[in-house]
């Protein structure tokens, strides 16, 4: 069985979708020693800080408690 990300012809893992799709609204900046982990600023709240996170295909905004994968972020209503 194929893929979503396969079925749209897309070569990334959900990692790599996920982050692709938070930065069409977010400025991510890659941290830790792995260079893997991605944060930035939710745009879902007005606090610009940067609480926004990614790892392993999922995100978490510590600042407002929204969560998800690439889907959920899809999904979410923007502002």
Not at 48 to 69: I, K, Q, R, Y
Request: proline share 6%; charged share 15%.
């Amino acid at each position: 069985m194929r893929s979503m990300s396969e079925g749209l012809g897309l070569q990334a893992g959900p990692a790599d979708l996920l982050v692709s799709l938070i930065a069409e609204t977010s400025s991510l900046t890659a941290f830790g020693a792995d260079g893997v982990r991605q944060r930035g600023a939710c745009p879902w709240h007005p606090d610009p800080s940067e609480s926004l996170f990614t790892a392993s295909g999922v995100w978490h905004c510590f600042a407002c408690g929204a969560g998800g994968d690439a889907v959920g972020w899809i999904m979410r209503p923007t502002l």
